[in-house]
């Protein structure tokens, strides 16, 4: 069974920088595509960013473009979110996922999801 979870939310004040961690068992992901979403309070799921298994393509949020950044490590069987010029909305539950055989920004796209890492960006 594939397990993600994530880790590294905390809180942290509006301009700072945090780096999420997602890491993978039960499974090699090395050819999986792999994505981070988001979820505040009352909100819907937002996609935040994706990276093709291969490493070299990427989606990003509008939201999110030009301060949060995904990477992968498949040394470690784990992708990462560096998150640079926090914004207080950036506040929510930031969730992994990851799929085989798709490569977008759907939700419903996603195989496999970890439970989540709050995430709070004081202003």
């Known amino acids: 069974q594939v397990q993600l979870v994530e880790s590294g939310g905390e809180l942290v004040q509006a301009g700072g920088s945090l780096r999420l961690s997602c890491a993978a068992s039960g499974r090699t992901l090395s050819t999986y595509n792999r994505a981070w979403f988001r979820q505040a309070p009352g909100q819907d799921r937002e996609f935040v960013a994706a990276i093709s298994w291969t490493g070299g393509a990427f989606y990003y949020g509008d939201s999110v473009k030009g301060r949060l950044t995904i990477s992968r490590d498949n040394a470690k069987n784990t992708i990462y979110l560096q998150m640079n010029s926090l914004k207080p909305e950036d506040t929510a539950i930031y969730y992994c996922?990851?799929?085989?055989?798709?490569?977008?920004?759907?939700?419903?796209?996603?195989?496999?999801w970890g439970q989540g890492t709050q995430v709070t960006v004081s202003s």
């Open positions: 996922a990851a799929s085989k055989s798709y490569w977008g920004t759907r939700g419903p796209g996603y195989d496999y």
